[in-house]
């Protein structure tokens, strides 16, 4: 099982990667056109909507519809499969169509709603609010269309996973990528920000086209089919309510950053959704990475009635993310405004200056607290999927996004837009423990003594590339934004390289395979 997954790991971790690179790009166009702007505010509380919608739909109908569908293949049942995409398809769509239409209905109210805590502000205008309130409202009506081609996203996704196929789904990411980049030299020009609500759209739709080869080479039609009563989907509809439920309570984490720092000044929205997305690089690359492939063996092992092998699982996913999570962890504390710098500052001449650079650094050092948490809480959150208890994960994200909202009002007072940042990461935190406690009480004691292990050398490592790259950024700068830059991008690599050597050193066997596997790929595209 474990070469398996670490095989599937790296595949769906490279391309990610890929894709990320070019949503960084995409945000990096966004920052140079309109930095910290009122602009970017109000495309930010618009595409709240399109993002919450894309951050929890295709994992919840890969947890939904997966089971069902890989069941159907591996009995040799490849028609019924065929023919339950079709009913899942017409059905997902024909709900997202629904809300697509509600949703442009009251566009307005949406991002009233969303911004009601500016009223009686000073760092903002009645005036200044109503502008922001209708471009908001417009920004949304031009969005709302993503939500049918994200539905889309999310079935496809699901189907190919089920035949094993992790490349062309992530693939779509990259699609979606370059689809909004294009729309910075073609259509900003012309319509401004709102071209980029527009390459927005337009992004989800050809991500959702560049899966269709792929299903068609499996032979599954994109006719719609409308017999929805059948027993496969009274199973599917019993887990669809639940999960999709929990996976939307999660993402409220989306609503939260604009809600409550609408009211702390101009550009903290805007720092908090920049820094949002240095933080969801990782989680984005190595979360799923190790998330999807492990849930098929959490599944067969406790239908089997293996619970040991079923701890050992949870607990070599929980050893693979915290190899992966703390070293990004400790270099979010240590070097936040040279990564924020990196990403997104382009030289005086751009809308990204050095304060948008402090306040993104600001939010991205108190986000980055909570990278583990939050990648634990999806594997353990899989886990119980894997159990068809779905009710105690809504219990524990409800949990979670309360002690989020209580300690964000607690620490933004301290903190300002910082504090709502640290109130991501005790939701984090409090989601986690919720969801072990119950875990332990269901199977018992879960997490093996050589996560304990692996967690020590793992802290020691991180510690020794923390230092290094504390002096190296303290002691050592570079004059022009592209060489201080190159700087950065080597001061990671190396960081990386150093925090991997002292693993090595401690023959961590996790950390060898990672090496192993990574090593391979690339010698086969050498040789390739």
């Avoid at 009122?38 to 109908?61: C, K, T, W």
């Avoid at 790259?469 to 190396?494: D, P």
Wanted: hydrophobic residues 55%; contains cysteine; positive net charge.
């Amino acid at each position: 099982m474990a070469q398996t997954v670490l095989r599937s790991a790296v595949v769906i971790m490279i391309v990610t990667l890929v894709g990320r690179v070019v949503g960084l790009l995409r945000e990096t166009l966004l920052a140079d056109s309109f930095g910290t702007s009122f602009e970017v505010d109000a495309y930010r509380y618009a595409f709240a909507i399109p993002s919450m919608i894309f951050l929890f739909v295709p994992g919840a109908l890969n947890a939904i519809f997966v089971p069902s569908i890989k069941s159907m293949l591996v009995n040799g049942n490849r028609e019924e499969a065929q023919v339950l995409f079709r009913k899942m398809m017409t059905v997902t769509v024909s709900i997202y169509f629904v809300i697509m239409a509600i949703g442009m209905l009251f566009s307005r109210e949406i991002i009233q709603l969303m911004t009601f805590m500016q009223n009686g502000s000073e760092a903002i205008t009645p005036e200044q609010r109503a502008a922001q309130l209708e471009m908001g409202a417009k920004l949304l009506q031009w969005m709302w269309p993503s939500a049918v081609f994200i539905a889309l996203i999310g079935v496809f996704q699901a189907t190919l996973n089920a035949h094993q196929q992790f490349f062309i789904p992530q693939l779509s990411t990259v699609v979606n990528s370059l689809i909004v980049c294009t729309a910075y030299p073609l259509l900003v020009p012309f319509y401004g920000i709102y071209g980029v609500a527009m390459g927005t759209t337009l992004g989800f739709l050809f991500a959702a086209l560049s899966m269709i080869y792929a299903l068609k080479k499996e032979r599954y039609s994109l006719a719609p089919d409308f017999r929805w009563n059948d027993t496969e989907m009274k199973k599917i509809g019993e887990r669809f309510i639940p999960i999709m439920l929990g996976s939307l309570i999660t993402q409220v984490y989306t609503f939260i950053y604009p809600v409550l720092a609408s009211g702390l000044g101009e550009g903290r929205v805007a720092a908090l959704g920049y820094a949002n997305i240095v933080y969801q690089l990782p989680t984005a690359i190595f979360v799923a990475a190790f998330t999807l492939p492990i849930y098929p063996y959490l599944v067969e092992y406790f239908t089997k009635g293996e619970m040991g092998r079923m701890k050992q699982s949870i607990t070599e996913g929980m050893q693979y993310l915290f190899i992966l999570m703390v070293p990004v962890i400790v270099a979010m504390i240590v070097v936040p405004d040279e990564i924020v710098s990196l990403l997104f500052y382009t030289g005086p001449d751009g809308e990204f200056d050095l304060t948008s650079i402090d306040l993104t650094a600001t939010a991205l050092l108190y986000m980055g607290l909570g990278l583990f948490f939050f990648a634990a809480r999806d594997l353990l959150t899989r886990a119980f999927y894997a159990m068809e208890n779905t009710k105690l994960t809504v219990i524990a994200a409800v949990v979670g996004i309360l002690a989020n909202i209580l300690s964000s009002l607690m620490f933004m007072t301290y903190l300002s837009h910082g504090g709502v940042a640290l109130g991501t990461t005790t939701g984090s935190l409090v989601n986690m423990l919720v969801l072990s406690y119950f875990l332990r009480k269901h199977i018992g004691p879960f997490i093996q003594r050589t996560f304990w292990v692996t967690a020590l050398k793992t802290v020691i490592g991180a510690a020794v590339m923390g230092a290094v790259l504390y002096m190296a950024t303290a002691f050592v700068s570079f004059h022009g934004v592209w060489m201080q830059k190159m700087y950065i991008l080597f001061l990671i690599a190396a960081g990386a390289g150093l925090f991997f050597a002292v693993l090595v050193l401690f023959r961590e066997p996790l950390a060898l395979r990672i090496i192993e596997r990574f090593a391979g790929k690339i010698v086969k595209r050498k040789r390739g």
